[in-house]
């Protein structure tokens, strides 16, 4: 089974709300990640959770707030967030060399 | 800046023809992976390469690795209209960190 699922499938948002998305894993992946992807554009690397701690931000706006409350989850806060945020938010798992993704999360700022 | 150029951006054949992506880098990766991603969907992975030279095969297409690892193809036999979607190389240079290519969008028509 290497199922990612994610939650909210579709969300749209004011710039004044505070919403969240969730991922979820049970491969026992040690490697959790937040990645975003702007229409007819590859994906682009936000954080990178390994063994529950956060190894690597990209310089992402502190708008976007990653959680890892234990091995399996994973959420990604978001408050104030600007149109330009609008995108599609894929989260994913890893070991070794092998990333699985979730179907996505279709994020509307409006 | 590690990048990942992809050729050719798009490219649209019909049903039954050959086709060859190129994947390239002037950095060297410790692996390359291949996904292809349907519109709104998240990537699915295909293949992961990981020696300079290692050829791999699932079904009809045919991946290879360069010998000094900064580079990638994914050929494609006698293409089919399901082969159709974006198809996207990422390049790991180790500790979790994956660098995705700039896409090739194929469209194989009936």
Redesign the interface.
């Known amino acids: 089974d290497?199922e990612?699922t994610q939650t909210p499938k579709h969300l749209v948002m004011g710039m004044t709300n505070k919403k969240s998305l969730k991922c979820e894993q049970h491969m026992g992946h040690r490697?959790m990640?937040w990645y975003k992807q702007k229409a007819k554009?590859?994906?682009?690397?936000m954080f990178?959770y390994?063994y529950e701690k956060l190894?690597?931000n990209e310089s992402v706006p502190s708008r976007f707030s990653p959680e890892c409350p234990n091995s399996s989850l994973l959420n990604l806060h978001l408050h104030a967030l600007q149109p330009e945020d609008s995108a599609?938010y894929?989260c994913?798992s890893?070991q070794g060399?092998?990333?699985?993704?979730?179907?996505?999360t279709?994020l509307t700022v409006t | 800046t590690q990048l990942l150029e992809q050729s050719p951006q798009f490219l649209s054949i019909q049903e039954g023809e050959n086709l060859t992506v190129y994947c390239n880098s002037s950095s060297v990766f410790?692996?390359l992976?291949w996904?292809r991603q349907e519109p709104?969907?998240?990537?699915?992975?295909l293949v992961?390469v990981?020696t300079g030279g290692e050829v791999k095969k699932l079904k009809r297409l045919t991946f290879q690795f360069g010998d000094a690892r900064k580079d990638s193809s994914l050929h494609i036999t006698a293409a089919q209209p399901g082969d159709t979607g974006l198809y996207?190389c990422?390049g790991?240079s180790g500790?979790?960190?994956?660098?995705?290519?700039?896409?090739t969008r194929l469209k194989v028509l009936a």
């Open positions: 290497t990612v490697a990640y554009k590859p994906p682009e690397l990178v390994s190894s690597i599609l894929l994913a890893g060399y092998e990333q699985y993704f979730g179907p996505g279709r | 410790s692996s992976q996904y709104g969907e998240g990537p699915v992975l992961t990981v996207l990422a790991d500790t979790y960190k994956y660098i995705f290519g700039t896409g």
